[in-house]
T-cell receptor
Framework: AQSVTQLGSHVSVSEGALVLLRCNYS??????LFWYVQYPNQGLQLLLK??????LVKGINGFEAEFKKSETSFHLTKPSAHMSDAAEYFC?????????????FGTGTQLKVEL | KAGVTQTPRYLIKTRGQQVTLSCSPI?????VSWYQQTPGQGLQFLFE???????NKGNFPGRFSGRQFSNSRSEMNVSTLELGDSALYLC?????????????FGPGTRLTVT
């Protein structure tokens, strides 16, 4: 069974500082990988995804993530945090075949951005 | 293009009652998935429907059921509500039933069971 581990349930950064949110997956075969963001009282919005091809994936709002098979990781980064980035971030995986649209989510990381 | 809509947005029910939640996917999308989000268990997959057929099911009791109509709209039903069913229920739609395609989430229905 696939699983996702997000290290750090809460991360705090200063505005303008680097954002690094960690995600490791467990799967016998590298799955599809996703990062979603959730603002208060809203649904989830896709930031970026890795399916095949280039391992460095660029997403919306200046975020990017790198798929590292050897480390089974898909960490999310942003060079310079903005106050509007404060939200909860979820890493998710989905199997390449047979899983349909089923997503398995990590427990989430609450990002706080301070002045 | 209109996004995924869910109705109602908020709902309060009493233990033992049943509830039906509705999800209207983005026009043209054929896949609808449902998720339960709670502080304790996080985001958990309930089930997925594609072209009116349930294709995947999560690890939830039989009290949780769903269906999809020919216009791709979906409903989920929870019977004999328990306090632990209080959660945000999210639905997501996708053009095809392949997870490489983006899933678009609705704002959710906040269910409170008293």
């Amino acid at each position: 069974a696939q699983s996702v581990t997000q290290l750090g349930s809460h991360v705090s950064v200063s505005e303008g500082a680097l954002v690094l949110l960690r995600c490791n997956y467990s799967s016998s075969v590298p799955p599809y990988l996703f990062w979603y963001v959730q603002y208060p009282n809203q649904g989830l919005q896709l930031l970026l995804k890795y399916t095949t091809g280039a391992t460095l994936v660029k997403g919306i709002n200046g975020f990017e993530a790198e798929f590292k098979k050897s480390e089974t990781s898909f960490h999310l980064t942003k060079p310079s945090a903005h106050m509007s980035d404060a939200a909860e971030y979820f890493c998710a995986v989905s199997p390449l075949t047979g899983g349909g649209n089923k997503l398995t989510f990590g427990t989430g990381t609450q990002l706080k951005v301070e002045l | 293009k209109a996004g995924v809509t869910q109705t109602p947005r908020y709902l309060i029910k009493t233990r033992g009652q049943q509830v039906t939640l509705s999800c209207s996917p983005i026009s043209g999308h054929r896949s609808v998935s449902w998720y339960q989000q709670t502080p304790g268990q996080g985001l958990q997959f309930l089930f997925e429907y594609f072209s009116e057929t349930q294709r995947n099911k999560g690890n939830f009791p039989g009290r949780f059921s769903g269906r999809q109509f020919s216009n791709s709209r979906s409903e989920m039903n929870v019977s004999t509500l328990e306090l632990g069913d209080s959660a945000l229920y999210l639905c997501a739609s996708s053009w095809l039933g392949d997870s490489s395609y983006e899933q678009y989430f609705g704002p959710g229905t906040r269910l409170t069971v008293t």
